[in-house]
């Protein structure tokens, strides 16, 4: 079975600075990993996938995640937040060959102005 | 393109009431999925479909049915409604091609009471 941690439910950070958004996962074989965005009241909107290739990814809004192999992650990055860059943050993965999604249960992201 | 478009968008119903979810994309998408969200318990799959005529279970399908007599269309039917059954739910879609990404709908939020 697929699954996937998101292990901290809230990440604060100073509009301006860096920020990260953790994810590991676990599938059998190689991973389809995504990253998605909800905004309050909205669905989600994709932002990035990693498939295969470089393991740095880039993706919509000035977002990208490193692909780590040996350490099964997939963390979000942004070099600079901005405090629009505030909601729920969801990392997903599909095994090779898969039909389902599986989700982590999402992180928070508050920037600070 | 509208994308993935569900109906109603609110919905209040009382203990044993039943309703229908509808779900509509426009993509041709083979794939299409239902996910109910909780707080803090991420998206959970109720059910999968991976092409008209063909449906399967996902993690937390019970109390809950669907049909897929087209490509465009994925409803949710909720038969006997009970509080436990209160969440947002979310469908989305996606193409055959393994690679690619889920495109979601904007949700409904149900509530049973």
């Known amino acids: 079975a697929q699954s996937v941690a998101q292990p901290e439910d809230q990440v604060n950070v100073a509009e301006g600075n860096p920020l990260t958004v953790k994810c590991t996962y676990s599938v059998s074989g190689n991973p389809y990993l995504f990253w998605y965005v909800q905004y309050p009241n909205r669905g989600l909107q994709f932002l990035l996938k990693?498939?295969?290739?470089?393991?740095l990814v880039k993706g919509s809004y000035g977002f990208e995640a490193e692909f780590n192999k040996s350490q099964t992650s997939f963390h979000l990055k942004k070099p600079s937040a901005l405090v629009s860059d505030s909601a729920l943050y969801f990392c997903?993965?599909?095994?090779?060959?898969?039909?389902?999604?599986?989700f982590g249960k999402g992180n928070q992201v508050v920037v600070i102005p | 393109n509208a994308g993935v478009t569900q109906t109603p968008k609110f919905r209040i119903l009382k203990i044993g009431q039943s309703m229908t979810l509808q779900c509509t994309q426009d993509?041709?998408?083979?794939?299409m999925y239902w996910y109910r969200q909780d707080p803090g318990m991420g998206l959970k799959l109720i059910y999968y479909?991976?092409?008209?005529?063909?449906?399967d279970k996902g993690e937390v399908p019970n109390g809950y049915n669907v049909s897929r007599s087209t490509t465009e269309d994925f409803p949710l039917r909720l038969e006997l409604a009970a509080p436990s059954q209160t969440s947002v739910y979310f469908c989305?879609?996606?193409?055959?091609?393994?690679?690619?990404?889920?495109?979601f709908g904007q949700g409904t939020r149900l509530t049973v009471v």
């Open positions: 989305a879609s996606r193409d055959r091609d393994s690679n690619t990404e889920a495109f």
């Open positions: 993509m041709n998408h083979n794939y």
């Open positions: 990693y498939i295969t290739g470089d393991n």
């Open positions: 997903a993965v599909r095994g090779p060959g898969g039909n389902r999604l599986a």
């Open positions: 479909s991976v092409g008209a005529g063909i449906t």
